[in-house]
T-cell receptor, first 113, second 113 residues
């Protein structure tokens, strides 16, 4: 399970596109990149997962360069309701030797009116 | 949306009481997790299970215990609640489709007086 680094906080305005980059230099061949969103007093919610190139769903896009040492979560036209903490996790699975995913501090996104 | 449930959602209880936080999922997931999270702070893994009769302690030491007698059920018990146990407890189950993806319940907010 690779260690990740992402900005602690970001500010944006409504209607803007937000890009949150996550660094994961030690990503392994079988690792996937998964992003979660967490609102206050709720559990994290899965947003998107990818392995390489680009993945898009109804909520976000995930861009992964060829070397896979970083990834960028893109949120199009954010609204106030997108204010949340965003976590980047890298790995294939929690294994049978006690290695588990670590959510870390995440990126606290504040969307301003 | 994933089908994972936690009860109670809120609990206020006195010191020394025994409490059990319930977590159930109807997705047939083998892996389940318990996290503890204080407001504005990081999630900390306190227990996990790879399947029936499997329970392991997580990265954060906890005085709680868990059991996994049925696939769908992963309760957490505190034998004697203390004010230091005041926190939010989040249960999750996971599936692997590509990379592992965790689905979280709504959480139990515990206040020990």
């Amino acid at each position: 399970l690779a260690k990740t680094t992402q900005p602690i906080s970001m500010d944006s305005y409504e209607g803007q596109e937000v890009n949150i980059t996550c660094s994961h230099n030690n990503i392994a061949t079988n690792d996937y990149i998964t992003w979660y969103q967490q609102f206050p007093s709720q559990g994290p919610r899965f947003i998107i997962q990818g392995y390489k190139t680009k993945v898009t769903n109804e909520v976000a896009s995930l861009f992964i360069p060829a070397d896979r040492k970083s990834s960028t979560l893109s949120l199009p036209r954010v609204s106030l309701s997108d204010t949340a903490v965003y976590y980047c996790l890298v790995g294939e699975r929690a294994d049978n030797y006690g290695q588990n995913f670590v959510f870390g501090p995440g990126t606290r996104l504040s969307v301003l009116p | 949306e994933a089908d994972i449930y936690q009860t109670p959602r809120y609990l206020v209880i006195g010191t020394g009481k025994k409490i059990t936080l319930e977590c159930s999922q109807t997705m047939g997931h083998d892996k389940m997790y318990w996290y503890q999270q204080d407001p504005g702070m990081e999630l900390h893994l306190i227990h996990y299970s790879y399947g029936v009769n499997s329970t392991e302690k997580g990265d954060l030491s906890s005085e709680s215990t868990v059991s996994r007698i049925r696939t769908e059920h992963f309760p957490l018990t505190l034998e004697s609640a203390r004010p230091s146990h005041t926190s939010q407890y989040l249960c999750a189950s996971s599936v692997q489709e590509g990379g592992e993806t965790q689905y979280f319940g709504p959480g139990t907010r515990l206040l020990v007086l």
